[in-house]
């Protein structure tokens, strides 16, 4: 069953803009994580956040986290023709070891 | 640094023939995952295995598919026989256990 759901499916923006995804899920995590996935290529890690984290950075990147509301936010700031991608947040259930289950993921196009 | 490395990158074949799907993990890492990733489906945790040994294999969607892990440095997944419904591209990644996961490109396969 989906355990990550991103909001919106697909997100345009000019070049410079911010651009925010979403992310719900609905059992208790450890921690959650974030990927991008160019067309034609695997998913590429990008940050992850523990569960008992609120914020966390990485470049242009900023990731909050609400295990209260069981949601999570990319925050992409001053994007870039090359941030055209998926992405996808990620989480591993408690009960769930290892394995991650992902979201359907966010369709962004960057124009420039 | 070589990432994982999945072959082929494309498979075409007809409706009733073996298809074998190749992955060879990144070295060190001691969790290999194999997923499936379409547009109606997403992406779906087919099985993984941790120190190749098989964890959780309930996202195998039938006794048509199986996946070993002979040793370390290599898996497989094969499909028998192959349906049109398998089109899919089947990605393969690695890690340490509860660390992020390090994706290949893919494999495309396409049943006639």
């Known amino acids: 069953s989906q355990q990550g759901e991103e909001d919106p499916q697909a997100l345009s923006i000019q070049e410079g803009e911010n651009a925010t995804m979403n992310c719900s899920y609905k059992t208790s995590i450890n921690n959650l994580q974030w990927y991008r996935q160019n067309s034609g290529r695997g998913l590429v890690h990008l940050i992850l956040i523990r569960s008992n984290e609120r914020e966390k950075h990485s470049g242009r990147l900023r990731v909050t986290l609400d295990t209260s509301k069981k949601s999570s936010s990319l925050l992409i700031t001053a994007s870039r023709a090359a941030d055209t991608a998926s992405y996808f947040c990620a989480t591993d259930a408690v009960q769930a070891g290892t394995a991650l289950i992902f979201g359907k993921g966010t369709t962004l196009s960057v124009s420039s | 640094d070589a990432g994982v490395i999945q072959s082929p990158r494309h498979e075409v074949t007809e409706m009733g023939q073996e298809v074998t799907l190749r992955c060879k993990p990144i070295s060190g890492h001691n969790s290999l995952f194999w997923y499936r990733q379409t547009m109606m489906r997403g992406l779906e945790l087919l099985i993984y295995?941790?120190?190749?040994?098989?964890?959780?294999d309930s996202g195998m969607p039938e006794d048509r598919f199986s996946a070993k892990m002979p040793n370390a440095s290599f898996s497989t997944l094969k499909i028998q026989p192959s349906e049109p419904r398998d089109s899919a591209v089947y990605f393969c990644?690695?890690?340490?256990?509860?660390?992020?996961?390090?994706f290949g490109d893919g494999t495309r396969l396409s049943i006639l």
């Open positions: 990644a690695s890690g340490y256990s509860n660390q992020p996961q390090h």
């Open positions: 295995f941790n120190n190749n040994v098989p964890i959780d």
